[in-house]
């Protein structure tokens, strides 16, 4: 088999891992399995949450919060392993949140998880577990990590559950990067997951799932960009696909290509966002065929089996995390690829990933432009 899968096959007894720890239960059954494949485990939460941010505490339960530090402390002294809480404030502030409200307001719509891992889990976490004196970083994303047996380049593969396969926010991973990173839990599934954390007495086997972005834990983007970014609110027209002006709207960064709801605009019959024109300040609606698209433009490309794209391939692409993996060709295209979709796709949206696939192997991705 010319690449294996690795979970913890191959990980000696004693190898001293940084378990990236949040207080929930993924993250706690994955510090659980590497202790007992025999690795020295090390638990560090990364404080992220600023202090100074509009709204002023993170959610009860959610990431960076009090109950969560608290969480995962508990299951740190239940597995007896040391943990840290580490402050990554300021870096998280530069490469996520000012990045984050900087491309709202550039008329596009980032996923600041990605970026995240890229710079804050699998940069600023790794420098740490060096310092530590750690071989690996490992975290509780459902997604496996194997090696090219005849490249030895690391590749990434969907998580076993794909309700909860997490490869296209790590897409952006370099083989550095993978190199220094387990995913235990990339073979379980989420029902697996909570039983082996109940088997274990850990006491985040029944804890809920966050789902909102963590620096925003009341999952109101307005708010949060009125009170971070207050130039955000610069009013300008709503022009239909003519020119022809139909209302006005607060700023360009309250909006996302195929919205429907919170237009302020009376019209016989649905229209969505099909554009955002920052340089003019006008927001673009338009009827849902407008919102489809059969080609895009992508930049900003991570490779896994290759340095580069070595040319036109037949893959499977998503445009977004909650979106389908749809049949499309890509090719080498002006310093980044064109991506050609089977059949037109809705609401193909800059600033989000597009992340490319032969079955469950991930070849890589980048950043939507148009």
């Not at 990339?186 to 620096?215: M, N, P, W, Y």
Request: include cysteine.
């Amino acid at each position: 088999m010319p690449v294996e899968i690795e979970q913890l096959q191959g990980i000696k007894p004693g190898t001293r891992v940084v378990a990236a720890m949040s207080g929930g239960v993924d993250s706690s059954v994955a510090a659980a399995l590497l202790q007992e494949a025999g690795c020295e485990v090390i638990g560090v939460m990364m404080q992220l949450y600023p202090k100074d941010l509009p709204l002023a505490e993170p959610a009860e339960g959610g990431c960076c919060s009090l109950e969560a530090a608290h969480d995962a402390r508990r299951v740190a002294d239940r597995l007896g392993i040391p943990f840290y809480l580490v402050n990554f404030e300021e870096v998280f502030t530069k490469e996520v949140i000012e990045r984050f409200a900087g491309e709202y307001l550039a008329g596009r719509t980032p996923n600041p998880c990605i970026v995240c891992n890229q710079k804050v889990k699998f940069a600023a976490l790794a420098k740490k577990a060096e310092a530590l004196g750690a071989a690996y970083v490992a975290t509780g994303h459902y997604v496996r990590r194997g090696r090219d047996e005849a490249t030895g380049r690391y590749q990434l593969y969907r998580g076993v559950d794909q309700r909860k396969d997490q490869s296209y926010v790590l897409y952006g991973l370099n083989q550095k990067q993978l190199a220094k990173a387990l995913f235990p839990l990339g073979g379980l599934t989420k029902a697996q997951v909570r039983e082996e954390a109940g088997k274990r007495g850990l006491v985040t086997a029944e804890k809920a799932e966050s789902q909102e972005i963590c620096f925003i834990p009341d999952n109101d983007y307005g708010r949060f960009l009125r009170d971070y970014r207050p130039e955000s609110l610069h009013p300008g027209e709503i022009v239909d696909t003519k020119g022809r002006v139909l209302g006005r709207h607060p700023g360009v960064a309250f909006f996302t290509i195929g919205q429907r709801k919170g237009l302020g605009i009376a019209a016989g019959k649905p229209l969505y966002v099909v554009r955002l024109e920052p340089e003019s300040n006008r927001v673009v609606v338009g009827e849902h065929e407008d919102c489809l698209a059969q080609e895009c433009f992508v930049t900003d490309l991570n490779w896994l089996p290759w340095d580069k794209l070595p040319g036109a391939l037949t893959v499977t692409v998503k445009v977004r995390y909650t979106a389908p993996a749809v049949p499309a060709t890509i090719e080498p295209w002006a310093g980044g690829v064109k991506v050609h979709f089977q059949t037109p796709q809705r609401a193909i949206t800059p600033g989000q990933a597009a992340v490319f696939y032969d079955g469950d192997k991930v070849l890589g991705g980048g950043t939507i432009q148009n």
